[in-house]
């Protein structure tokens, strides 16, 4: 058997009648000896195993065809675990310093190594081969993985400058790390949610909260359709939609969830809260829907907090702006009114708890005074945005008293 390889190994596993190797064939044939499995090792890191198995066809003029892109992401899956089968009895070291030394001649798996990143399967590749090479491995090694990765691309120094310059100064970089965090570590194919919560909190956790917001928005936030820049003024200029907003929310629900253990729901109400001025303070309707998107769970602790430091009329203000996203996105109005019945549960007096219900319909009072003006002054664009305005927040304000109505009737009938 031993001769036979080295016939295979010296014509790149193709050349010999009655046999054609795939990747997979010689992950299994790897598994026959430790004899084999040497062999294997060094063939892989000369050039000719480099060029039989390193695989770079990861551009494309157009997007790639599903199945074009499944084939090199699967060979380079099956490469991942040909690489931890070779290396099953190496040190996790010495097993990082092997496979940086065979995929080191692949620019494309570099966090700037790739000209045209938005057109390339590269990461990609890398992040699924990452994927199956440390499926298995223990938290102290997945470490020891994660810190290997940013000291070779010097990342802890690029998301530094990206976290501390102006927003949008260095869009290129930010790109680059977003692509790279989001292929590489937290979106491969197939991964689980425990993963990529661990990969999540590495990124994440050395750096303080204002920076973590920040990056959270680099790596999750919306992007232009036209270039994949982060979009940085895209809460603050006005209502956006939920596909804006969807990747954030994501985020907040895998570190509030339980496979996130290093995040308390302390940590991730204090992020959202420094998210919501990134890179200035978002307008309340979109902080309203991302609240909406993350789940009940997340809304109430981050409302409940509201209510227990005291900050009434903001709270308020935020559950207007509530009841107002149920309105536009056709959310039942119900879990709105239901939502602030279990907030008013919190307050620990009966005068704090009318107090906020007194600012909740001072709120509704003064969003319908303030969007009238704008229709009778005649400020309207192309959408006529000031008369929708005003429609949404009309029938936004009768629905949730509609559904409080309903709720109060329901109560009484039911207790007579």
Same mark, same amino acid.
């Given at each position: 058997?031993?001769?036979?390889?080295?016939?295979?190994?010296?014509?790149?596993?193709?050349?010999?009648? =009655?046999?054609?190797?795939?990747?997979?064939?010689?992950?299994?044939?790897?598994?026959?000896?430790?004899?084999?499995?040497?062999?294997?090792?060094?063939?892989?890191?000369?050039? /000719?195993?480099?060029?039989?198995?390193? *695989?770079?066809?990861?551009?494309?003029?157009?997007?790639?065809?599903?199945?074009?892109?499944?084939?090199?992401?699967?060979?380079?899956?099956?490469?991942?675990?040909?690489?931890?089968?070779?290396?099953?009895?190496?040190?996790?070291?010495?097993?990082?310093?092997?496979?940086?030394? %065979?995929?080191? =001649?692949?620019?494309?798996?570099?966090?700037? =190594?790739?000209?045209?990143?938005?057109?390339?399967?590269?990461?990609?590749?890398?992040? %699924?081969?990452?994927?199956?090479?440390?499926?298995?491995?223990?938290?102290?090694?997945?470490?020891?993985?994660?810190?290997?990765?940013?000291?070779?691309?010097?990342?802890?120094?690029?998301?530094?400058?990206?976290?501390?310059?102006?927003?949008?100064?260095?869009?290129?970089?930010? &790109?680059?790390?977003?692509?790279?965090?989001?292929?590489?570590?937290? $979106?491969?194919? =197939?991964?689980?949610?425990?993963?990529?919560?661990?990969? *999540?909190?590495?990124?994440?956790?050395?750096?303080?909260?204002?920076?973590?917001?920040?990056?959270?928005?680099?790596? $999750?936030?919306?992007?232009?359709?036209?270039?994949?820049?982060?979009?940085?003024?895209?809460?603050?200029?006005?209502?956006?939609?939920?596909?804006?907003?969807?990747?954030?929310?994501?985020?907040?629900?895998?570190?509030?969830?339980?496979?996130?253990?290093?995040?308390?729901?302390?940590?991730?109400?204090?992020?959202?809260?420094?998210?919501?001025?990134?890179?200035?303070?978002? &307008?309340?309707?979109?902080?309203?829907?991302?609240?909406?998107?993350?789940?009940?769970?997340?809304?109430?602790?981050?409302?409940?907090?509201?209510?227990?430091?005291?900050?009434?009329?903001?709270?308020?203000?935020?559950?207007?702006?509530?009841?107002?996203?149920?309105?536009?996105?056709?959310?039942?109005?119900?879990? /709105?009114?239901?939502?602030?019945?279990?907030?008013?549960?919190?307050?620990?007096?009966?005068?704090?708890?009318?107090?906020? &219900?007194?600012?909740?319909?001072?709120?509704?009072?003064?969003?319908?005074?303030?969007?009238?003006?704008?229709?009778?002054?005649?400020?309207?664009?192309?959408?006529?945005?000031?008369?929708?305005?005003?429609?949404? *927040?009309?029938?936004?304000?009768?629905?949730?008293?509609?559904?409080?109505?309903?709720?109060?009737?329901?109560?009484?009938?039911?207790?007579?």
């Amino acid at each position: 058997s031993v001769y036979l390889l080295k016939t295979l190994l010296s014509r790149g596993f193709r050349s010999v009648p =009655g046999f054609a190797f795939a990747v997979k064939d010689i992950s299994t044939l790897s598994m026959v000896s430790k004899t084999i499995s040497g062999l294997l090792v060094h063939y892989i890191s000369t050039s /000719a195993g480099s060029r039989r198995l390193l *695989l770079q066809d990861f551009h494309r003029p157009e997007p790639p065809a599903p199945r074009g892109g499944a084939s090199i992401l699967e060979h380079y899956r099956a490469l991942g675990l040909l690489l931890k089968r070779c290396t099953l009895l190496l040190p996790t070291r010495d097993r990082l310093k092997y496979v940086h030394k %065979v995929l080191s =001649g692949v620019s494309c798996f570099k966090l700037n =190594g790739c000209a045209s990143p938005l057109h390339c399967l590269g990461l990609q590749c890398y992040g %699924v081969f990452l994927q199956i090479l440390t499926a298995g491995w223990d938290e102290l090694e997945c470490h020891r993985v994660f810190n290997f990765l940013w000291e070779l691309g010097n990342l802890a120094r690029k998301v530094q400058t990206v976290v501390s310059s102006k927003p949008g100064s260095a869009r290129r970089l930010e &790109l680059r790390i977003r692509l790279f965090c989001r292929a590489v570590l937290l $979106f491969s194919p =197939g991964s689980r949610r425990s993963d990529s919560a661990f990969w *999540l909190t590495r990124i994440l956790k050395p750096w303080p909260m204002v920076n973590q917001a920040r990056l959270l928005y680099i790596i $999750f936030g919306p992007v232009s359709s036209r270039d994949g820049h982060v979009v940085w003024q895209k809460m603050i200029e006005g209502p956006t939609d939920e596909s804006s907003l969807k990747g954030l929310a994501d985020a907040i629900k895998l570190l509030y969830g339980t496979e996130a253990r290093e995040w308390t729901a302390d940590d991730v109400i204090s992020l959202v809260d420094e998210l919501s001025v990134v890179p200035q303070e978002w &307008l309340m309707e979109n902080n309203a829907r991302l609240l909406l998107l993350s789940g009940n769970s997340i809304c109430f602790t981050f409302l409940a907090s509201k209510a227990v430091n005291g900050r009434a009329v903001e709270l308020a203000r935020l559950m207007v702006f509530m009841a107002l996203v149920c309105e536009k996105d056709l959310y039942c109005m119900d879990w /709105a009114v239901k939502m602030m019945q279990k907030v008013c549960k919190v307050f620990s007096t009966a005068l704090e708890r009318n107090n906020f &219900l007194q600012c909740l319909e001072n709120t509704f009072a003064h969003m319908l005074m303030d969007t009238l003006q704008a229709v009778l002054a005649g400020e309207r664009d192309e959408e006529d945005s000031s008369f929708l305005n005003l429609f949404h *927040l009309v029938n936004a304000q009768a629905n949730f008293h509609k559904e409080i109505l309903y709720m109060a009737m329901g109560d009484n009938s039911s207790s007579t």
